[in-house]
């Protein structure tokens, strides 16, 4: 294990405004926070995922969109973790309110055609925008939390109304509709559950400092809580995404294909279901 000062951190002094409970430049003299850098490697591994079934099912390219904005998520958390630079923290956590502004727009255009249009895209280009202009000069992550809760609240009540309000007429009801609602508890769960774990990180840091020395790295690893948010946020976003693509496939009155959810341990994907097996 490395014991650097932090006037010889490779990357140079913190600069960010947060510097999380994880010790600095303790397995890689290249890497100030190891395992809330790594653990960012699910965003990536769940984005390119989520990108080859939005291609393999023929889905809208827009969803690509929204996946590869999950994985800029990814790569920025990685660079800002690896270096603990403020230009890295803003490459943090801007990409993740113009995810979340998305997100938002997907949630709300849900039909094959648009109902708000470039009204909506302009609203949320100028929230981004907005939040951007004034996170720059406020510079308080307080602020950049309470932004992000907007779009996420926002995100949550209208998956909930969505779901209430499908169609029961809709062939693939009966067999849709219990899993649409598990994978918006999933979603919900994968965030409420890290942000839970992301604030015992916060309040009980020096507790959790203290345990680490007395014990194995890879066990004490398993209490880095940050890098678990970073984990049940990327399940939790790829939950929604599975969501909001299947539910705009149900809701394509110009599409006849119907769609099988298939777990395999914690991950999920659409199948086409095939003419032979819906006979």
């Known amino acids: 294990m490395y014991n650097i000062p932090q006037e010889?951190?490779?990357?140079?002094?913190?600069?960010?405004?947060?510097?999380?409970?994880?010790?600095?430049?303790?397995?890689s003299p290249y890497v100030a926070e190891f395992?809330?850098?790594?653990?960012?490697?699910?965003?990536?591994?769940?984005?390119?995922?989520?990108?080859?079934?939005?291609?393999?099912n023929n889905f809208k390219k827009s969803f690509i969109l929204a996946h590869l904005g999950v994985l800029l998520v990814g790569f920025g958390s990685w660079c800002f973790h690896m270096t603990l630079q403020y230009e890295m923290q803003l490459l943090d956590e801007l990409p993740m309110i113009y995810v979340g502004c998305i997100m938002v727009y997907f949630s709300i255009e849900i039909y094959n055609k648009p109902k708000f249009g470039l009204p909506l895209v302009?609203?949320?280009?100028?929230?981004?925008?907005f939040v951007t202009y004034s996170y720059l000069i406020i510079n308080d992550p307080v602020f950049h939390q309470v932004a992000y809760a907007f779009l996420v609240i926002t995100i949550v009540f209208r998956s909930v109304y969505i779901l209430k309000h499908l169609p029961r007429?809709?062939?693939?009801?009966?067999?849709?509709?219990?899993?649409?609602?598990?994978?918006l508890k999933l979603a919900a769960a994968g965030f409420i559950i890290s942000f839970g774990v992301?604030?015992?990180?916060?309040?009980?840091?020096?507790?959790?400092r203290q345990l680490r020395?007395?014990?194995?790295?890879?066990?004490?690893?398993?209490?880095?809580?940050?890098?678990?948010?970073?984990?049940?946020?990327?399940?939790?976003?790829y939950y929604f995404s599975?969501?909001?693509?299947?539910?705009?496939?149900?809701?394509?009155?110009?599409?006849?294909?119907?769609?099988e959810l298939v777990w395999v341990a914690f991950i999920c994907y659409l199948r086409p279901v095939t003419k032979s097996h819906q006979q």
């Open 8 to 27: 010889d951190y490779f990357w140079g002094s913190v600069t960010s405004t947060i510097d999380w409970c994880e010790e600095n430049y303790t397995v």
């Open 35 to 56: 395992i809330n850098t790594t653990t960012n490697l699910s965003f990536a591994l769940l984005s390119l995922f989520g990108i080859y079934n939005t291609i393999q």
């Open 122 to 129: 302009l609203f949320l280009l100028g929230y981004s925008g």
């Open 169 to 183: 007429t809709l062939p693939s009801f009966d067999y849709a509709h219990p899993r649409l609602a598990r994978l």
């Open 198 to 208: 992301w604030n015992i990180d916060n309040v009980f840091c020096s507790h959790l």
């Open 213 to 237: 020395i007395m014990v194995p790295y890879a066990l004490g690893a398993l209490t880095q809580l940050h890098g678990w948010w970073h984990i049940g946020t990327s399940l939790g976003v």
């Open 242 to 259: 599975v969501f909001v693509e299947w539910v705009c496939q149900i809701l394509d009155d110009t599409n006849k294909q119907e769609y």
